[in-house]
């Protein structure tokens, strides 16, 4: 069964249920466009509804076209974070070279089973330009089983809402220009509708000719 966190309401005097994946909170969205990828997240850290900090971004490069994001519990975002920055250092020294974006898909999702009988508590999100130059976004389960769609992923707490707004704003073939400013006002217009993810955001844009642009967006601070 999910794993829960209770979380008690004096007014009310009852008790509800909250998922350990959404006790830090999150919102990630990973996008493709025409030779480009964007991945975004918020920067808040929290505990359940306590604000701690405001400059947690939940997205890492983790080689020179691949970038992984790390929705879910804080610890295990840690933990799984280091793991993979591991075996992508092991890659490059047995092989002499960078680890492909999908081979680094293949490697999570490996990763990610070994550990099923005692999960992380993280859906990650993979994010990045093929061998080919085009981009590749796939999105994880706790336990491994990953999918690739053709035009983006979401995941973390503000996903229902996510889902909604890049749905309504995507358009295939978007320039770099165009996917920023796509992810930017889809993924504020989700955190305006989620009390566990926001303050802020980071959003980054990975090119096919190896630029990566990282921005910091504005969003409301409560």
Known sequence: SKATVSVLYWKGGG????S???YN????????????VAIA???RFGTQFNTIGRNNVKHHQVGSRVFVGLPGLETDNQ?????????MKMFRLREEREMPVKSATSMLGNLLYSHRFGSFFVEPVVAGIDE?????????DCIGSHVAPEDFIVTGTTQDSLLGTCESMFKPNMNAD???????QALMASLDRDCLAGWGASVTILKNTGECITRQIKTRLD
């Open 25 to 36: 909170g999150g919102a990630m969205v990973a996008m493709k466009g025409d030779g480009c």
């Open 41 to 43: 997240s918020d920067n």
């Open 79 to 87: 933990t799984l974070l280091a793991k993979i920055k591991f075996r």
């Open 20 to 22: 350990i994946f959404a």
């Open 178 to 184: 165009e996917l920023f400013e796509v992810v930017s």
């Open 132 to 140: 080919k130059g085009q981009s590749y976004v796939a999105g994880f």
């Open 15 to 18: 008790e509800r249920k909250m």
